[in-house]
């Protein structure tokens, strides 16, 4: 079936490291996303991507970076810099030619 | 800039009752409109969608909305609630245009259905 996979579903990080999320489609989207999501506050976009080795800054990527070297691909690094990064993290893929975008099952990330 | 209302974090309905969720936008280029739904702990779920055809737009399991440019409302609405339907319902815009969606979300808006 096709479709987006986030992983891991949890993960926890400590104090000044780094951590990556995995995304990956089987959609042949060429755009990908990434969105953080706070309890009452919807989601907000971090990050984008149109194509293969480009990217965008959404309206929250401070503390963040992503790449996109495979159309399928597009990992998020949630960096030492990101004071709050406590959240639930989704990716989506698509949403090109007034088509809906398409969601992953999210990863919750905790401050150990 | 664009932006997204939804009037009232929670709303509670009896089972069989009329669904009716807001959503107000602002946008200064004509919109594309999404309502999406989620399930604990799981991701988005589109539910429908306009994008300038139909004003009235008919959806998954029941749902449906109609946009009302003057009123800058794209509310979502269904007939007779069902306990399945207990989840959280987000409205989102963006700008239409070929390139990737910028969606902007509502802050959300928690549906619950009493027995």
């Known amino acids: 079936d096709g479709g987006i996979t986030q992983s891991p579903k949890y993960l926890f990080r400590k104090e000044g490291q780094n951590v990556t999320l995995s995304c990956e489609q089987n959609?042949?989207?060429?755009?990908m996303y990434w969105y953080r999501q706070d309890p009452g506050q919807g989601l907000r976009l971090i990050y984008y991507?149109?194509?293969?080795?480009?990217?965008q800054k959404g309206d929250i990527a401070e503390g963040y970076s992503v790449s996109r070297e495979k159309k399928e691909s597009f990992p998020l690094t949630v960096t030492s810099a990101q004071k709050n990064p406590t959240a639930f993290y989704l990716c989506a893929s698509g949403g090109q030619e007034r088509k809906p975008q398409h969601f992953g099952d999210g990863t919750r990330l905790s401050i150990l | 800039a664009q932006s997204v209302t939804q009037l009232g974090s929670h709303v509670s309905v009896s089972e069989g009752a009329l669904v009716l969720l807001r959503c107000n936008y602002s946008?200064?280029?004509?919109?594309?409109l999404f309502w999406y739904v989620q399930y604990p702990n799981k991701g988005l779920q589109l539910l429908l969608k306009?994008?300038?055809?139909?004003?009235l737009v008919k959806g998954i399991n029941g749902f449906e909305a109609e946009f009302k440019k003057s009123e800058t409302s794209f509310h979502l609405t269904k007939p007779s609630a069902h306990m399945s339907d207990a989840a959280e319902y987000f409205c989102?815009?963006?700008?239409?245009?070929?390139?990737?969606?910028?969606?902007?979300f509502g802050q959300g808006t928690r549906l619950t259905i009493n027995p």
């Open positions: 306009y994008t300038s055809a139909a004003t």
């Open positions: 991507s149109q194509i293969v080795n480009d990217f």
């Open positions: 989102a815009v963006s700008p239409q245009g070929r390139g990737a969606q910028k969606l902007v």
């Open positions: 946008s200064s280029v004509p919109p594309y």
């Open positions: 959609l042949n989207h060429d755009a």
